[in-house]
């Protein structure tokens, strides 16, 4: 079963950026939707952004205008690149499908925006 693996967080200063990165455990191909994921402390987890096999994407209206979703390749099917990033959008960030599997879930990657 595939998992995946996030990374490219960090901690920036409202109104930076950052480009997060997903790492596939097997070769998926490019036929199926990916999301980006977020949970930030003391709440459920949201779809940010999920992008499906033909290209079309769909946001969160909170990151509208910041953040975009790409594809990658099979075995890094999906980046979030962020910009203007505010306070609340503190959270971990997660890759998955875009109808998300439980099993599929990883670590997460941490995304701190503060002054």
């Known amino acids: 079963q595939v998992q995946f693996v996030e990374s490219g967080g960090g901690s920036v200063q409202p109104g930076g950026s950052l480009r997060l990165s997903c790492a596939a455990s097997l070769n998926i191909g490019s036929m199926y939707a990916m999301g980006w994921y977020r949970q930030a402390p003391g709440k459920e987890r949201e779809l940010v952004a999920r992008?499906?096999?033909?290209?079309?994407?769909i946001y969160a209206e909170s990151v509208k205008g910041r953040f975009t979703i790409s594809r990658g390749n099979a075995k890094n099917p999906v980046y979030l690149q962020m910009n203007s990033l505010k306070p609340e959008d503190t959270a971990v960030y997660y890759c998955?499908?875009?109808?998300?599997?439980?099993?599929?879930w990883g670590p997460g990657t941490q995304v701190t925006v503060s002054a």
């Open positions: 992008i499906v096999s033909g290209g079309t994407t």
């Open positions: 998955n499908f875009g109808t998300a599997i439980a099993g599929a």
